[in-house]
C-alpha cells in the first residue's frame, strides 16, 4: 500500500504536470511521478487518489524511459500534450514525419489526437496492453447498451469529466480507436468506488452493471 505522504506528493507535482506549458518542465514533473511510483501495484490507488486511470500512469511510464532530448522533441511536436505526445511516440520514425508533414496545418490538439490515432489503426499498430489483458476480450462481447447506460450513469459521478462521459458513449456505437484498457481501467476503479454496483441502495438489480461485474469477474 502507498503511503499518504507519497500520494500527496505525487499530487503536488500531478498538478504542476496539469498547468505545465513548457517541455523541459513536463519532462521532469513526468519523471518526478513515476520515479515515485516504485511498483504498478500502486498504480490503481494512485489513479484513483488523482482522478485519473492506471493506463495514463502507464503511458506516462513509457514515456519516462525516454532519453529526455526524445521527450521533449516529441512534447514539442504534441504542443506539450501527453496524450498526443503518447500517440506520436507509437508512429515508426519514417510515418511520424509522413504525419507532421501532412497534419502540420491541424491546430487543434483534440483533432489532432482523433487523427493520429486514426493513423495508427490504419497502420494496423496493435495497442499492446489490450492484447495483453485477456480481459479486454470480455468487455469487448458485451451489448453496447451497457456502455450506452453506463455514460448515462457517469453523468451523476462526482468530479467526473463530461468528455470521459463522451469517451464511454464510443463504446456503445461503431466508432473508431475505442480504447479498450482505459474502458477496463475505468471499470475497475469504479467498481472499487462503489459506482459499478450489483444492487442500487433500493436493492434493485443494475443489470447493466451486473453483466460488467460478471465479465470482469470483480465480484
Known amino acids: 500500500m502507498i503511503t499518504k505522504s507519497k500520494l500527496h506528493e505525487i499530487e503536488k507535482f500531478w498538478k504542476k504536470l496539469e498547468k505545465s506549458e513548457s ?5 521532469g514533473l ?3 511521478i513515476i520515479s515515485l511510483l516504485d511498483s504498478e501495484d500502486y498504480f490503481e490507488e494512485t489513479a484513483d487518489f ?3 486511470t492506471t493506463l495514463k500512469l502507464r503511458h506516462l511510464t513509457v514515456l519516462s524511459l525516454l532519453d529526455d532530448k526524445k521527450f521533449k522533441f516529441l512534447l514539442e511536436l504534441a504542443s506539450n500534450n501527453l496524450d498526443l505526445c503518447f500517440l506520436l511516440y507509437r508512429f515508426p520514425e ?3 514525419s509522413k504525419f507532421i508533414k501532412v497534419n502540420k496545418r491541424v491546430s487543434s490538439i483534440e483533432k489532432l489526437v482523433q487523427i ?7 497502420l494496423r499498430v496493435d495497442w499492446k496492453v489490450e492484447q495483453e489483458n485477456p480481459w479486454v476480450a470480455q468487455l469487448q462481447k458485451l451489448d453496447p447498451d451497457v456502455w450506452k447506460a453506463l455514460a448515462d450513469d457517469s453523468k451523476m459521478w462526482i468530479d467526473f469529466k463530461q468528455s470521459n462521459t463522451q469517451k464511454i458513449n464510443r463504446f456503445s456505437n461503431n466508432a473508431k480507436n475505442k480504447d479498450w484498457q482505459w474502458l477496463y481501467d475505468l471499470c475497475k476503479q469504479k467498481h472499487a468506488q462503489g459506482f459499478i454496483m450489483e444492487k442500487d441502495h433500493k436493492g434493485t438489480k443494475i443489470e447493466h452493471h451486473i453483466e460488467i461485474i460478471r465479465a470482469l469477474s470483480l465480484s
Not at 23 to 27: F, L, P, S
Not at 116 to 122: F, I, K, S, T
Open 30 to 32: 513526468v519523471k518526478k
Open 116 to 122: 493520429a490515432a486514426d493513423r495508427l489503426d490504419d
Open 23 to 27: 517541455a523541459n518542465e513536463t519532462v
Open 94 to 96: 519514417e510515418e511520424l
Open 50 to 52: 488523482l482522478h485519473t
